[in-house]
């Protein structure tokens, strides 16, 4: 049996705590790393409690000393857990008692919950998650738009239902990569407002009847405000399930791209080849160079969608107000960001490496009868409905694909047999480049558009940094 002496609430207890029953709880293998989050907590909160009379100066010194003196032992790592405690918050209270002494150190607890505890330490947690993340998703957006520079002007077909559609340029498409990035941003920059308020001093559930200043304890913990409601503050896990959603979003488009550089990278396609350094070969087959950055980050994201779902489920059905399946937010949230930070620094250095085949692209741009769009619309231009044109541009497609020609192939004679309005004029639209640069609309793909929406991410990514 293990002992339950030690243990936060021992006073009402008789009996040792079970083993299973100590196996089942323990936290400290996961929450441990929330340890100088704690250790800043109980700072702002020893001061609260001088403030409101319940420690003496002498006491709030001894104590403040206390917590220096541990939060060196724990940086350093010569203060850790002991086996038979529960969570971090019993071990960090036990390292203030063995330094300050139990008179004083037994005060610390005074007019605080783990409840609340826990819920102001995964908000500063995650604070600090966001900043280390925003960081590598600038990286990365910095990555796709370095990279879309490099190769301005280089065509690729455009595709949808994977199939080809219409010429873009490849800068196109690599900064379409980069605009779902920026709306995670900007989703981080609206998180952190919820985020920014202090649970501290809601104690339990219901507040504490000490009186003690939990605005003092906010400020000191660089929180914007106090949350207003301790129910809710101690009991709701929306704000742990919202950044793993927003973890999940950033995942989830790092897979859509690498599962394209999976494809680009291979002999049909023959697009890209990957940098040595960021590839990796078999154990048998020497010629492979394996998307293995690409894969994982595909694989992980699986992952990462498992752990949000995870989380949403444990939050269900829950009552009001803390319960104990709320231990259960953190490990699917650090283990989504855990494999998220992984994942983004090999993503970037694989796309910032990439070597694009641009003349293999430029022939694949047009093939797919991919300009049979700009057939139709040189027909409307000419007067045509566009009903009709789309027949017309389909009927030659028809044609070209039964005689094993290209759009632009078909003799001046042969176009007049598909139909009246094909005049031998239409072979000037039939290029890729005049697919592309007639795009020109807002957003399109015409190289005039595209440079400033390349612009416009560099200034993003510019003032992000600020
Ligand atoms: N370890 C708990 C959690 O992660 C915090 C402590 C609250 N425990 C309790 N028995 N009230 O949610």
Not at 22 to 43: E, I, N
Not at 417 to 441: D, F, Q, T, Y
């Amino acid at each position: 049996m293990a002992q339950s002496s030690d243990a936060l609430w021992g006073g009402r207890f008789s009996g040792a705590t079970a083993d299973a029953m100590a196996a089942l709880s323990k936290s400290t293998h996961f929450d441990w790393r929330l340890a100088k989050y704690d250790l800043r907590g109980t700072a702002a909160h020893v001061k609260a409690l001088n403030a409101a009379g319940y420690l003496n100066d002498d006491e709030l010194g001894v104590i403040q000393k206390a917590i220096k003196e541990l939060t060196k032992r724990v940086e350093g790592g010569s203060f850790k857990p002991k086996p038979e405690e529960e969570d971090v918050h019993a071990a960090l209270e036990r390292g203030l008692i063995e330094i300050a002494g139990s008179d004083v150190g037994g005060k610390v607890r005074t007019g605080r919950s783990r409840n609340d505890q826990i819920a102001t330490l995964i908000r500063m947690f995650m604070s600090d998650a966001a900043d280390a993340l925003e960081e590598q998703i600038l990286g990365y957006i910095e990555a796709l738009s370095g990279k879309a520079e490099e190769y301005m002007g280089a065509a690729m077909a455009g595709r949808t239902h994977f199939q080809h559609a219409q010429p873009v340029l490849l800068s196109h498409h690599l900064a379409a990569h980069a605009w779902p990035q920026v709306r995670n941003l900007q989703r981080l920059e609206d998180f952190r407002k919820r985020l920014n308020k202090s649970p501290y001093g809601s104690a339990a559930l219901a507040g504490n009847t000490l009186g003690l200043d939990s605005g003092a304890i906010a400020e000191e913990l660089g929180f914007a405000a106090t949350t207003e409601n301790s129910m809710d503050a101690t009991s709701a896990r929306d704000l742990v399930a919202e950044f793993t959603f927003i973890i999940s979003l950033v995942a989830i488009d790092l897979s859509r791209l690498s599962e394209e550089v999976i494809a680009w990278a291979t002999v049909e396609f023959g697009y890209v080849q990957l940098d040595d350094g960021f590839a990796t070969g078999s154990s048998i087959m020497p010629q492979k160079k394996n998307p293995d950055i690409a894969e994982l980050a595909r694989g992980k994201t699986g992952r990462i969608i498992g752990n949000l779902a995870g989380l949403l489920a444990t939050l269900k059905a829950l009552p009001l107000s803390y319960n104990r399946d709320l231990q259960e937010d953190k490990e699917p949230m650090f283990d989504s960001f855990d494999q998220l930070m992984l994942v983004m620094p090999a993503m970037t250095g694989m796309i910032s490496t990439l070597t694009f085949n641009k003349s293999r692209m430029e022939d694949m741009a047009s093939a797919g009868f991919s300009l049979a769009t700009d057939i139709a619309e040189w027909l409307v231009r000419q007067g045509v409905t566009f009903r009709e044109a789309h027949e017309i541009s389909g009927k030659l497609v028809s044609f070209c694909e039964e005689n094993g020609l290209e759009l632009h192939e078909p003799s001046d004679e042969q176009y007049r047999e598909v139909s009246i309005h094909l005049k031998p004029e239409v072979r000037k639209v039939l290029s890729v480049s005049s697919a592309i640069e007639g795009r020109n609309g807002a957003g399109g793909t015409s190289s005039k558009q595209v440079i400033e929406q390349l612009v416009q991410l560099r200034k993003l990514v510019g003032k992000a940094k600020k």
